[in-house]
Structures are given as C-alpha cells and as structure tokens.
C-alpha cells in the first residue's frame, strides 16, 4: 500500500532554515509528481510546491518563491522540501502528497509540523 | 493566487443532500476541468474525494459527486451519514501552472 512519511519538522528561529523529507513507499516513485501542501493551525489547505516525476522543473506558490526548494531523489524514492528565510507565517503542518496523473493529490502523509518562532 | 471561494459552513440532518460550492475564476476552475475535493477529519491527513470535477477514486462512496458550471464547482453529499461530518476543501488548477484550495467548508450533521 501506498505510504508517505514526512520528517524533518520542528523549531526554529525566524530566518532560519529546516529541510523536509518525504519518504515513500508502495507505488513505482519515479512515475508521479509530488506536492507538498501546507496547513497553518487551526487554518485551511496551501499548495506550496511541486516537482514532476522526472524534477525537470518545479512550481511554488508565490509567498515562498525564492525562499524554498523543492527537489527529490528518485534512488532513494524521497521527496524533499528546503525552507530558508523561514517566517513567522510559515508555521504550519507541511504534508507531502502524490500527484494521481489527473493533478490531484491521491494519497498524504500524516504531516509534520514546523514551527517559526522567536 | 487568490483562494477559491468557499461557504464557510453547511449542515444536514441525517438522510439529506447537500452541496458545498467553490467559486474561482477563468484562470482556475473555469479553464480547467481539474477541480478536486478533499475531506479532512480533524487531526487527519486530507483525502480525496472527487478527482477530474466529477470522478470518484476508488473506495470513494458514491453518495458524493461532483460538477462543474462556468467558474463554480460543486461537491453534492446525499444521503447524509454522521462520518461525513468534516472539512471539505476544492483545489483546481490553474493557468500559472500553480494549483489553488478553497478557504474550506465545514459540514456539520445535525
């Protein structure tokens, strides 16, 4: 069955930086694209990022253009996230998702949480 | 981007049909046909529910469906059980080659 598990996540100072993993497992890695998506507490879904399956580019919503990087490794079948200049409103729990072919998130991660603050 | 538009909450009683809307724009929902749902249960990960405006992945019951008419989606749950008490999310699409969620909706079962 398919599997995703998020690490990586937890405290830091404004203007620091954390780098998110995604490991997955049970489906064929490098057929899909993957997402990362976020939720700030208590708040709604945020498409932040995502890379096709082959990494040959990759998109971001604007608020974190610049700041954040998407990228994977398809030998080791891991997605990841680099986060620096991190803001306060960059707090949230960062999931990891794939893309089903149709550009839709068709399984998640349980999430894993970042907190910016001083 | 600005988020597509959603009610900030519905509720049904036990049996009923409802529909949560999601409105966009021509660069989003109106100018694409991939518009998905999502339903989270509170302290769980999102699942899709609708995939392609109106196709249900598997496993999916088919008391949801889902449309699409210009710039405004839609998600209809009928036959309302107590489970489907959650959040409900739309996501499309759009023309930068970004993809948008809704503000979210939050259905209650009375």
């Known amino acids: 069955q398919v599997q995703l598990v998020e690490s990586g996540g937890g405290a830091v100072q404004p203007g620091g930086s954390l780098r998110l993993s995604c490991a997955a497992s049970g489906f064929t890695f490098s057929y899909n694209a993957m997402h990362w998506v976020r939720q700030a507490p208590g708040k709604g879904l945020e498409w932040v990022a995502m890379i096709p399956h082959d990494g040959s580019y990759k998109y971001y919503t604007d608020s974190v253009r610049g700041r954040f990087t998407i990228s994977r490794d398809n030998s080791k079948n891991t997605l990841y996230l680099q986060m620096d200049s991190l803001r306060v409103e960059d707090t949230a729990t960062y999931y990891c998702?794939?893309?089903?072919?149709?550009?839709?998130?068709?399984?998640w991660g349980q999430g894993t949480l970042v907190t910016v603050s001083s | 981007q600005s988020a597509l538009t959603q009610p900030a909450s519905v509720s049904g009683s036990p049996g009923q049909s409802i529909a949560i809307s999601c409105t966009g724009t021509n660069s989003d929902i109106g100018g694409f046909d991939y518009v998905s749902w999502y339903q989270q249960h509170p302290g769980q990960a999102p699942r899709l529910m609708i995939s392609d405006v109106t196709n249900r992945p598997s496993g999916v019951s088919d008391r949801f469906s889902g449309s699409k008419s210009g710039n405004t989606a839609s998600l209809t749950i009928s036959g309302l059980q107590a489970d489907d008490e959650a959040d409900y999310y739309c996501c499309s699409y759009t023309r930068s080659s970004t993809w948008v969620f809704g503000g979210g909706t939050r259905l209650t079962v009375l």
């Open positions: 998702a794939k893309d089903s072919t149709h550009w839709d998130c068709d399984y």
